[in-house]
């Protein structure tokens, strides 16, 4: 038997089983969800987590991708998020990451994987804040172990600040969230942070994902304020110089040709040409 049929082979099995022990099991489930807890978790075949939680049907709502990460920008963890809080008023949300983990790993090294890499830029993120931390930590493998921590943390953050979760606190102080990592070794599921449910606790974590940084304003707001980022008037500024210099060619194309230089400001519709500014100081 290949391997494909195994799995339908014993899906056969399995229901079957359930049925004959317990004629209810899937009439329970079947006309509606309400399950009390949002896991996202990494895509890793070897988390499994039902089975390492006891969950079965119906009780956890799941959401898993490559390590774990939890972004604003990605619609379909944003999606399942609002879906589970504001929908089937989930009780808690809970990231596990996990050891060993080959996203994280991943980050951590120089070698490109293709589109992935870019998935793994917030994990980059991630070693390169808490670089004192991370090079302090002589054994490769237990530093590897505390990026995976520091990436739940990061993530449970990220989170934390999402609209979703602010707005669902605003109202009732819910969800909780949790963070945990799943131990391949002994399949031990080790808490990190727990029952998060404001946003003073979030502050609070938020100084604990960036353990080896100085006291001071996260990145993610340092970078957001910071003012480096080319602001509008800037923007505008070089939009108006290329303007110019634009005009200035056409003007100088017109002149050769004979024509004449008013079609430059009539094209901008906005400002007189070069040639009417020096000759005249129109601003
Ligand atoms: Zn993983």
């Not at 909780?176 to 029952?195: P, Q």
């Not at 980022?229 to 108006?240: I, K, Q, V, Y």
């Not at 210099?245 to 906005?270: C, K, M, N, T, Y």
Request: proline share 7%; charged share 20%; net charge negative.
């Amino acid at each position: 038997m290949d391997a494909f049929h195994r799995l339908i082979t014993y899906n056969r099995e399995w229901a079957a089983a359930r049925t004959a022990t317990d004629p209810d099991y899937f009439a329970r489930t079947v006309s509606r969800q309400t399950p009390e807890f949002l896991y996202i978790g990494c895509s890793d075949s070897r988390v499994p987590a039902e089975v390492a939680t006891g969950a079965g049907p119906g009780e956890l709502f799941v959401h898993r991708n490559i390590a774990n990460v939890v972004l604003p920008s990605d619609l379909s963890a944003m999606s399942v998020l609002q879906y589970a809080v504001e929908v089937l008023d989930v009780k808690h949300v809970i990231v596990t990451g996990h050891y060993g983990c080959g996203g994280v790993g991943a980050a951590m090294g120089t070698q490109s994987y293709g589109l992935v890499d870019h998935w793994l830029g917030p994990i980059r993120n991630v070693v390169r804040w808490n670089k004192p931390e991370l090079d302090a930590i002589a054994d490769a493998q237990a530093r590897f172990d505390r990026v995976v921590e520091l990436n739940v943390l990061e993530q449970l953050y990220h989170l934390s600040v999402t609209p979703v979760i602010q707005q669902a606190w605003e109202k009732g102080r819910r969800p909780l969230l949790h963070g945990l990592v799943y131990d391949m070794r002994d399949g031990v599921l080790r808490e990190l942070a727990t029952a998060i449910d404001s946003p003073a606790a979030a502050d609070e974590l938020a100084a604990r994902r960036l353990s080896g940084v100085p006291a001071g304003p996260p990145p993610m707001t340092r970078r957001a304020g910071d003012g480096t980022a080319a602001s509008p008037a800037a923007e505008s500024l070089a939009s108006d110089e290329l303007v110019d210099r634009i005009a200035a060619r056409v003007v100088e194309r017109l002149a050769a040709d004979g024509g004449r230089p008013p079609l430059v400001a009539g094209a901008s519709g906005r400002r007189p040409s070069p040639a009417a500014r020096s000759g005249g100081g129109a601003e």
